[in-house]
């Protein structure tokens, strides 16, 4: 492929590739996002003992494309005296973000867009990004439920991001390393070698303080149907609406793909006689989703204060105290467990 | 002109335009807002001197937190920005006296040899964060901890400024919620079953 660019300098060669590339990750990831809309009714349905969507195509796999279809002709309604620019840049600072964390993110031992060093703080980074467009979906949509579901979920992602970044912290000290590709390839060597057993109270942290932090159920107070209408995206109509959606349902994808790579051992395989590849990643991250949709249709909502309290005076200390473990048993003779 | 200095220039210009707009700027909202591009195109600017790991921190801890809250207050009071440009033109001498004054004080420092390192760009092997957290935990841990203390002393004081006043509130008490038993809630009382008598239905009016 590189000998057809020959021909042009090599700045623009290396462009038109890089954006091939990021061709090749966004679109599977949209089509998941798609896919994984529909599992998600699917689910929930035969928990809830329904059939979910079954009449668009077979078994209804058409029914996402229908969906997307629908919002892309709905009109686009701005609210009076709402702030016009900010209205619409919400959704793109909304996406934008969710989107560019998968630059760093190592599908296979060389799959990789970008292979740089600190992969780990860039993930961090761009997904602290993401509640600017919730915050200003909500000041911007001229709209009490809108700024109160705004300025639920800012308090949220805020608060869930420290324990988030203290459980990241345990994982980077097992890998020694802040490079996702090294952080899988740290736990080589079977199931026994994964980090979720030596840091398996900050696996359960993390993967609950992802759910929060995608704003889903339970913690899912910013839209809380029930309270607030649907919180910050409340005036949003159409493909702006969409495009919350899709950045909502990216984000999922992106913190259990995150989960997978640190806790699980990403593209390896459980056993070391069977080959390691990106479909064991596929199968795990898929695992992972399973319990966003579980957890949707069994818990009920949690109370606002509840959820501050889980956050800053449960998760915070726990990470703490199990960071200081780790570092101490990793000067005694039973470090080895935890590299 | 090459690739990287096109990013320079690019990144520069976005950094000088939106910190002009942040003091310019009607909407204090997009005051902040410019504010928060201002320090991401700062760490566009970092990353091209290849110190990802101070880029990153920059947008992790400005963009991520920091800005947050701030846009947080901001949107919650009603800023009459009006109002409080009144008085601009009465204190513009001394402001302009002030800012002369503190800008050739920095043309002075900066101009001094100590702060013109030419090794800067001779970037080391390891990594960033690597060579970072070596130097910061050995030659400068006492400097370091002296400033992890008093971050935390400072944050204890700011916690502890807010909670003057009256501790009358109608909180709730997690601990004592979640102390709850079945037997404080619910109280089993045995009851026979009753005959049900059929009514005739009397008229209304």
């Known amino acids: ?339 | 002109m090459d690739y990287s200095s096109a990013v320079f220039y690019f990144f520069s210009f976005i950094l000088l335009f939106s910190a002009i707009k942040v003091i310019t700027a009607r909407n204090p909202i997009f005051s902040a807002l410019f504010l928060v591009l201002s320090f991401f195109s700062a760490a566009g600017l970092w990353l091209l001197l290849q110190a990802e790991f101070l880029a990153i921190a920059l947008v992790l801890v400005y963009v991520g937190a920091v800005m947050v809250l701030f846009l947080f207050v901001i949107m919650m009071i009603d800023i009459n920005v009006e109002v409080m440009k009144k008085g601009f033109w009465n204190y513009f001498p001394a402001i302009a006296f002030v800012s002369i004054v503190m800008l050739t004080e920095i043309i002075l420092v900066l101009n001094q040899p100590f702060f013109k390192a030419p090794a800067l760009f001779e970037a080391p092997k390891k990594s960033n964060t690597d060579a970072i957290g070596e130097v910061l935990y050995s030659d400068y841990v006492l400097p370091f901890e002296v400033a992890a203390i008093i971050l935390l002393v400072a944050i204890i004081a700011a916690i502890s400024l807010t909670l003057r006043g009256k501790k009358m509130h109608k909180g709730i008490d997690p601990a004592l919620q979640i102390g709850v038993q079945k037997s404080d809630r619910i109280k089993m009382i045995e009851m026979k079953s009753e005959k049900v008598k059929i009514k005739k239905r009397t008229k209304r009016k």
Request: charged content about 10%; overall charge negative.
């Open chain 1, 1 to 339: 492929m590189d000998n057809i660019f020959q021909q042009f300098p090599e700045v623009i060669s290396t462009t038109i590739w890089t954006i091939l590339k990021i061709v090749a990750i966004v679109f599977p990831l949209m089509i998941s996002v798609a896919y994984l809309t529909y599992f998600e009714r699917k689910v929930i349905g035969f928990m809830q003992g329904r059939i979910g969507p079954n009449r668009v195509g077979y078994f209804g796999l058409l029914q996402p494309i229908a969906d997307a279809f629908k919002l892309m002709f709905k009109e686009i309604i701005s609210p009076t005296k709402s702030n016009n620019f900010l209205f619409l840049l919400a959704p793109i600072l909304t996406i934008a973000p969710a989107f560019a964390a998968w630059a760093v993110i190592p599908f296979d031992a060389e799959l990789v867009l970008s292979d740089i060093n600190a992969g780990l703080l860039y993930v961090l980074a761009m997904t602290s990004i993401a509640v600017y467009g919730v915050i200003i979906a909500g000041w911007a949509s001229n709209s009490k439920y809108a700024f109160l579901g705004s300025l639920r979920s800012a308090a949220q992602i805020v608060s869930y991001e420290i324990a988030m970044g203290f459980t990241l912290v345990g994982v980077l000290m097992c890998a020694n390393s802040l490079n996702l590709g090294e952080i899988v390839l740290g736990q080589s060597g079977g199931i026994s070698q994964w980090y979720v057993w030596p840091l398996f109270p900050l696996f359960i942290i993390y993967f609950i303080s992802a759910v929060a932090e995608t704003n889903r159920a339970p913690f899912d107070v910013a839209e809380g149907e029930s309270e607030i209408v649907a919180g910050f995206h409340v005036e949003y109509s159409g493909m702006a609406f969409a495009v919350f959606f899709l950045a909502e349902y990216a984000n999922m994808i992106l913190v259990s793909m995150l989960a997978a790579l640190m806790f699980l051992g990403g593209w390896l395989s459980p056993v070391e006689f069977i080959p390691d590849g990106i479909l064991w990643l596929l199968l795990k991250v898929i695992f992972l989703l399973f319990f966003f949709l579980w957890f949707r249709a069994t818990f009920p909502r949690y109370r606002y204060d509840q959820i501050m309290r889980l956050g800053w005076k449960i998760f915070i200390p726990i990470t703490l105290i199990w960071i200081i473990f780790v570092g101490l048993m990793m000067q005694t003779s039973y470090g080895e467990m935890f590299h």
